[in-house]
């Protein structure tokens, strides 16, 4: 070997000049004959750099390819190489070896790819380009693969496009890598589009890209297309794998389409295809998010039966399901069990299993269950300490939450942002803006700065106490300190000028943002529509809404909503259901919030078919109903009669909602204005049973109801237990009182109902006056009458209309 590295070429160096631009082999030698080299003065370098040179281009021409990769891997990756860059290595051993330059060329690529790194490789690709050297398609896909892998997916479409413009014929797997990246980026429209162009060439595409394909539409939740490339690869004659199959089940778990899943398990039975862990995960994950822990535990054990064990994932989804349940004893049960196999817990597992005791208040029991796994030997970490500061915080036990943190330390750990943000996020919720503030103080004498989320957390703080100038200082501070604001910190101003009806204000704020760099989003619209549509400006409202659709803003179900909600507030209900086409043509659908509005819309205008029609088409299109839906309804149904109103509260039992007060409320005002006293009493009795404590509103509908009757004693009776439960009668209760002795035509007690109102600073309505002076004069208690008048002389000019006024002024 000695004696073949004697006859490489002796290269001196000289010092370094500019050339123009010539072909890079050329340049190349140049530069090897005459810039000086990285190892200028030093003699061993530049031999041992010859060395290495030499033995590659033997290892080559003996085609001991796989020797001659681990050379220049072991080159290329080691910290102390002879060569500055592999542009530098190809650049040398072009010179030495012209011939094997080809070979070489693809050889590093290669090497470079797989040894995962794509800006060298990338660098070498455009140097080989410029060169007139083109790395061969194998080479490139290599490359292609190191991009994709490495996340690079815009470089990969980029290296792509050149492979098809340097007359490349693409093969499987080029496309596949293509396909891949565009799925990455979310962007299936190229994806589809590089397949389309893939089908054009006369190559057709295989499972891997099926399956990518597949994935990318499933993880949109587009269902259908997923199915329909399903079907296609199907009738291609392709066999769909597990990879094809665990992706449709994740798909259709996203979407609840549990039933298609069944569906899918029996063509893999009937195929052959196993199910494994992926699956099983995918099908207990899907079935958690959707609240069904029942079929979760059931799949659960299917997976055990199947020989497959479960490891901390399938624990932590598991954990995570019976959180969002609620279910505490589901979760605790479930620890049972762990604790009794040989599972050791990760501490991934434990943070989650700690997170559903905390979000079920069960914080002294996540705090023992993390000691006794710390004593099984799992490190705790910040991430399980921050859990039990913040569920102590949700509970509002701030001395408890600062003790915890104070045990933190104590293990050697430092809080963190997260750790103190948990706090402030809690006193700025209790109002207590203050300690929030000195715990910003304490935070940065613990050397931690607070960051973006503290200042948001501030600001919705001091903004839900209309406290503006404070949020506009801390807006102020942030700058100072270098923090630039983002949609979060102005949407949470926003959001809170919006609530206090300050919409002069939100609107400076939002032109603020825009002059600052930081674009509103939809969310930030929202507020601002709802805001004003809240305040009756529905005008200012579609204003912001075309401003909001001018930018290419899509609107969302919020956005109509709250313009239906306006509408309907204002009367204008056609309008509000002409919003309806819009929903549906932009692809959203209405939902039970954009139903109750409606419902509600055109109950104020005294609509009820209408309103029972939009219930109707609420059953036909699936939209469960909620107790909000059933106030309007059941008070516009009042004059339909109690069969139409008892229908309506049974369906409402049958949609297992609970009645609530406005509900019974209804109900019971319904059965006393048609005459059903009886059944007036049974509800309210049914109310209180349900630990619902009747307001005014369900003594003064049952008063009426007696009264009508005659029943007298039972009036004295509701009015005594009215007082004791502390519901001080008002002008409501009065007028009902007044009337109805009115309309029983004992004018006399109805004269004391008076007296007892005025002197506690009530007016009767008009109406009720004149009634009640009608009956006196008629009974020819004229000074009874005279009293009545005179102080409404005296009072009536501020409780009633200046028409209402000047015609009782007239009879006194």
Known sequence: MASR??????????????????????????RLCTEP????????QDLERNEQIGQLQILLQQNRTETAQNLIKTIICSKNSHFSSPNDLFALFSVCSPSLKPLFANMLLSVLASSKMPTEGTQLYHSLKADGTLPSLASLNVLLECLVSCNHFDKTLELFEEILSLGFRPDKFTYGKAVQAAVKIGDLKRACEIVDDMKRRGTSPNVFIYNVLISGYCKEKKMRDAENLFDEMCNRRLVPTRVTYNTLVDGYCKVGAFDKIMALRERMKSESVEVNVVMFNSLVSGLCKAKKMKEAKSVFNEMEAHGFKPDG?????????FARCGDGEGVMELYAKLSGSKFRMNSYTCSILLNAFCKEGKVEKAEEVLEKEIENGLVPNEVMFNTIVNGYCRRGDMNRAILAIEQMENRGMKPNSITFNSLIGKFCDLHEMDKAEEWVKRMVEKGISPNLETNNTLIDGYGRMGLFDRCFQILEEMENWGIKPNVVSYGSLINCLCKDGKLLEAEI??????????????RIYNMIIDGSCTVGKIKDAFRFFDEMVKREMRPTLVTYNALINGLCKKGRVRDAEDILPQITSTGLSPDVITYNSLISGYCNVGNSQKCLELYENMNKLGIKPTVRTYHPLINGCIKEGIVAVEKLFSEMLQFNLIPDLPVYNAFI?????????????????????????PDKMTYNSLIFGHLREGNLSEVKDLLNDMKVRGLIPKADTYNILVKGFCDLKDFGGAYIWYREMFENGFVPSFSVYNELITGLKQEGRLQDAQVVCSDMNLKGKDAWRADEYHSAVAKI
Do not use: W
């Open 5 to 30: 590295l004697h006859h490489l070429p002796k290269l001196p160096f000289i010092a370094q000049h500019k050339h123009p631009r010539i072909p890079l082999s050329v340049t190349l030698s140049m």
């Open 37 to 44: 080299s990285i190892s200028d003065n030093n003699p061993q």
């Open 669 to 693: 005002h319904c059965c006393a204005e048609h005459g059903d006293v009886k059944k007036a009493t049974a509800l309210r009795d049914e109310m209180v049973d349900r630990g619902i404590h």
């Open 509 to 522: 704020v939002l032109r603020d943002m825009e002059g600052r760099g930081v674009l509103p989003n939809a």
């Open 313 to 321: 994932y399938t624990y932590s989804i598991l954990f995570d399901g």
